[in-house]
């Protein structure tokens, strides 16, 4: 696709679409959303660029070792996540027994580990939207 | 033509066990609704102390069932490595190669 309206409207919004989604996954905890949602809205900004600018401009904005560490890394994340729990004397993935810092419901870095084990699911969506876009793209042309 | 009408016979006969089957159900959104029982009762009462999440969705899929949300990245993580296997092309494989497809 290489409409000039297209791409100008895409310019201006997939910036905000982009942040959209990491907005929904650093608050998954607070408001409505989750880290499962603001993965597909971060994933789905990278395919629309891709998708109205061409695949090498896709490529070039979302390097293929930068897919594969978050690929490969998202799931460990969780797992170290789950060993805060073990290194404090509690079962796996034990947030309050674990004796975690809360903090105060509704302030953004609250929740314990729920934030981080957020950031990492939501990272890890995204980047599994992306490869499996850009693999089936690839493999078309 | 019997067939058909014989499986015509057996598909009615199934839906009908399955609508008294149906009917049997507690009506929707009653109090008193088995769904309603002490672990429903304990993530509503509980979430907001026990994880400190006020969205109690993302207290339950990340907290209470943290489990379940790791096997469900792992699950992603084996689709994506599914679709990469299957689909990934090797560049210089397709030029050098003795050509097994006619692309």
Known sequence: MRDF?????AAMILPFVCVY?????????????????????????????????????????????????TESFGTLW????????????????????????????????SGG???YIGLGVGIRVASTMITIFFSLMEDES | MIKKLLILLIV??????????????PPYGMPDNPVHNQVSERYINGALEETGAMN????????????????????????????VITLKTDKKEQIGGEGEGGR
């Open chain 2, 56 to 83: 109690m969705v993302t207290a339950i899929v990340l907290d209470y069932r943290a489990y379940d949300t790791m096997f469900e990245t792992i699950v992603l993580f084996t689709a994506a490595l599914a679709v």
């Open chain 1, 113 to 115: 580990i729920i934030f």
């Open chain 2, 12 to 25: 009615l006969a199934t839906a009908y066990v399955g609508l008294f089957a149906i009917a049997e159900l």
């Open chain 1, 21 to 69: 989604g990491f907005y929904v996954i650093f608050h998954g905890h607070i408001s409505a959303g989750g880290s499962f949602a603001g993965g597909i809205i971060v994933g789905l900004s990278y395919i629309a660029f891709s998708t109205i600018y061409g695949i090498e401009k896709g490529r070039a904005k979302m390097p293929e070792k930068v897919l594969t560490w």
């Open chain 1, 5 to 9: 309206i297209l791409k100008r409207v």
């Open chain 1, 78 to 109: 969780y797992g170290i996540m789950g060993m805060v729990g073990i290194f404090k004397g509690a079962p796996f993935l034990a947030n309050k027994l674990a004796g975690v810092d809360l903090g105060l419901p509704g302030a953004l870095f």
